[in-house]
């Protein structure tokens, strides 16, 4: 079954402008990833933040994590038009990983 | 370095027919691995996962199955498939504390 819940399920920007998502989780947690896929293909790892850390950057992406309120945020600044794709929010509990049903963002150029 | 991999690409099967899907990774030992499935425009299902040889957590009662013949071998089979097998079934495996790697994944329909 899925853990995470990502808000908007769509979310259509111009370029350049910031892409926030939000992820809500209902369990406990050893970390949460953000992943990235294209249409039809793998997902790709972006950032992973683990439970005790409360935000992460990296490149253009910024994580904030709310574990008392069990939810994170994705913020792409600055969007691209190859930012184009479904992004999702996934969490870790030992070996056990679930994703949420994901945000399909559309950067228009 | 590790990659993964999975095959075939694509797949069209008659409803009825046997499954296998195969998924190998290269350069670590003792991977975790999963198969998850993706409905179409849907986050991904955790069928399988599996910490050792021959050793398979099952998430989902269904006709698939899965193996672990070898340390760095993961295979999806079915017997029978259904109409409701139909998806996007992508492998990974979990490394080092960091994110999961995955597969490109196959693309299954079944008619």
């Known amino acids: 079954s899925q853990q995470g819940e990502e808000d908007p399920q769509a979310l259509s920007i111009q370029e350049g402008e910031n892409a926030t998502m939000n992820c809500s989780y209902k369990?406990?947690?050893?970390?949460l990833q953000w992943y990235r896929q294209n249409s039809g293909r793998g997902l790709v790892h972006l950032i992973l933040i683990r439970s005790n850390e409360r935000e992460k950057h990296s490149g253009r992406l910024r994580v904030t994590l709310d574990t008392s309120k069990k939810s994170s945020s994705l913020l792409i600044t600055a969007s691209r038009a190859a930012d184009t794709a479904s992004y999702f929010c996934a969490t870790l509990w030992n070996n056990d990983m679930r994703f949420g049903a994901g945000t399909r963002l559309t950067v228009k150029p | 370095s590790q990659t993964i991999h999975q095959w075939p690409a694509t797949l069209v099967q008659p409803v009825g027919s046997p499954l296998s899907l195969e998924c190998t990774v290269e350069g670590t030992s003792n991977p975790n691995l999963y198969w998850y499935r993706q409905a179409a425009g849907r986050g991904l299902q955790l069928l399988f996962y599996?910490?050792?040889?021959?050793?398979i957590s099952s998430e989902v009662p269904q006709n698939l199955s899965a193996s672990r013949p070898q340390d760095r071998q993961f295979i999806l089979s079915s017997k029978k498939l259904l109409l409701s097998d139909s998806g996007f079934y992508l492998c990974?495996?979990?490394?080092?504390?960091?994110?999961?790697?995955f597969g490109s994944g196959t693309r299954l329909t079944v008619v």
């Open positions: 369990t406990s947690i050893n970390n």
């Open positions: 599996s910490v050792g040889i021959g050793q």
């Open positions: 990974a495996w979990q490394g080092g504390g960091y994110g999961y790697t």
